[in-house]
């Protein structure tokens, strides 16, 4: 059961799903390990793409933590300059990147909270109505690590262990059906997101002042 107190009941859901990604994240080192399967060195070109799609739930951990560092607003910045684009406001672009490759690892300014679609891709597989298990990965691995690409197809066919997509998702929705099944643009979800957080801050307000 949930606390009664609305930033202790974000700080449990938003716990849990960081629960969830460290279970992907050693899913996912353990499945690079067996098939030797890489990105590119500086590669953001999934990062790129203004059709990726994440929920609000899955934000929840880098909001919580941005408003209690008072960094909300900046994120705000963020999303309103990137005005049309879809492309994710946490991306960083090439140039910047090499001005930040210190801090950042990957091309993500956010790079230990993103979304869980960010962790699996590449190296995970979804199942398919037959069960089949299919590896989602990008063309530019499949181009430029040919043999890695082969090695990981045979793990999959010949192995039952390995990232399914499909599982972390529903593991997720389980924390909170409304926050954690419908699928926004990234830059949409990280907006709401947002919003989120704003309206718990208020209620959480109101209700220390009694109102």
């Known amino acids: 059961m949930f606390p009664r107190s609305p930033f202790l ?3 449990v859901k938003s716990n849990a799903v960081l629960k969830i990604y460290r279970e992907v994240d050693r899913d996912i080192a353990n499945f690079k390990s067996k098939t030797s399967l890489r990105c590119l060195p500086g590669c ?3 990062c790129e793409s203004p059709k990726i799609e994440t929920t609000v739930l899955e934000f929840l951990p880098l909001v919580s933590k941005l408003h209690k560092a008072n960094r909300i607003s900046d994120l705000k910045k963020r999303i ?3 005005g049309n684009s879809n492309i994710c406001p946490l991306y960083l672009p090439a ?8 801090q ?3 091309m993500c300014s956010e790079y230990g909270l993103r979304p869980l679609l960010c ?4 190296f995970s597989v979804v199942r398919t109505k037959d069960s089949k298990a299919c590896l989602v990965t990008c063309s530019l691995i499949k181009d430029f690590y040919k043999a890695r690409y082969q090695k990981a197809l045979r793990f999959i066919s010949n192995n ?4 399914v997509m499909n599982n972390y998702a529903l593991k997720l929705s389980v924390i909170d059906f409304s926050l954690g099944i419908k699928q926004y643009p990234i830059k949409e979800a990280l907006a709401r997101a947002v919003e989120y957080i704003e309206s718990t801050a208020g209620f959480n307000s109101m209700a220390k002042a009694g109102v």
């Open 44 to 46: 953001g070109h999934c």
């Open 9 to 11: 009941h974000l700080k």
């Open 104 to 106: 950042h690892k990957g």
């Open 160 to 163: 039952s262990v390995f990232p």
């Open 119 to 122: 962790r699996l891709y590449g």
């Open 95 to 102: 140039g910047i990147v090499s001005v930040r490759a210190a």
């Open 80 to 82: 309103d300059v990137s």
